[in-house]
T-cell receptor, first 110, second 112 residues
Framework: SQQGEEDPQALSIQEGENATMNCSYKTSINNLQWYRQNSGRGLVHLIL?????REKHSGRLRVTLDTSKKSSSLLITASRAADTASYFCATDTGRRALTFGSGTRLQVQP | NAGVTQTPKFQVLKTGQSMTLQCAQDMNHEYMSWYRQDPGMGLRLIHYSVGAGITDQGEVPNGYNVSRSTTEDFPLRLLSAAPSQTSVYFC???????????FGDGTRLSIL
């Protein structure tokens, strides 16, 4: 089973609304990362949050981490049509590779 | 900087054929990895390398071979293609395995 599981699997919102995606994981982590994948392209790194951090911001992105609940959320504020993509969380559990979840497909309607 | 370059972008094979997926990076990254992406499954790690001459297995290594003779290149070989290997393959590189990964745009592989 996946270390990281995103929720919801799919999300459709109107332009200007906020989008929230959640990631739950099973084992303790060193850091958690969020990636975006546009259709037909590779993944692009968005933000990294360390296990001793609770919140991080980057432009319109806000990531929170709750290690007691083993969960993270990605908030995209004031969404745009260009934000339409799949979003993945990935966890660093101290192994030599990240473990990726199965992703949330976000559709932003203009 | 080209980043991570994967070739070919598309490939169709017949069952039993072999082929090599190419991956090259120009960022002098020690760490490189191969993932496959299947619908609803996320990315699954096939093989990875922490430097030239060093490779290790990931989650789904069966049916694939890798080698790392240079820092820049990390080819993935399918020894005898099977329909179950139909997937999109991504190569990634980074300073180490737990830092932000740089991905190529993938190779879409169909096995008939």
């Amino acid at each position: 089973s996946q270390q990281g599981e995103e929720d919801p699997q799919a999300l459709s919102i109107q332009e200007g609304e906020n989008a929230t995606m959640n990631c739950s994981y099973k084992t303790s982590i060193n850091n958690l990362q969020w990636y975006r994948q546009n259709s037909g392209r590779g993944l692009v790194h968005l933000i990294l949050i360390r296990s001793n951090e609770r919140e991080k911001h980057s432009g319109r992105l806000r990531v929170t981490l709750d290690t007691s609940k083993k969960s993270s959320s990605l908030l995209i504020t004031a969404s745009r049509a260009a934000d339409t993509a799949s979003y993945f969380c990935a966890t660093d559990t101290g192994r030599r590779a990240l473990t990726f979840g199965s992703g949330t497909r976000l559709q932003v309607q203009p | 900087n080209a980043g991570v370059t994967q070739t070919p972008k598309f490939q169709v094979l017949k069952t039993g054929q072999s082929m090599t997926l190419q991956c090259a990076q120009d960022m002098n990254h020690e760490y490189m990895s191969w993932y496959r992406q299947d619908p609803g499954m996320g990315l699954r790690l096939i093989h990875y390398s922490v430097g030239a001459g060093i490779t290790d297995q990931g989650e789904v290594p069966n049916g694939y071979n890798v080698s790392r003779s240079t820092t820049e290149d990390f080819p993935l070989r399918l020894l005898s293609a099977a329909p179950s290997q139909t997937s999109v393959y991504f190569c990634a590189s980074s300073l180490d395995g737990n830092q932000p990964q740089h991905f190529g745009d993938g190779t879409r592989l169909s096995i008939l």
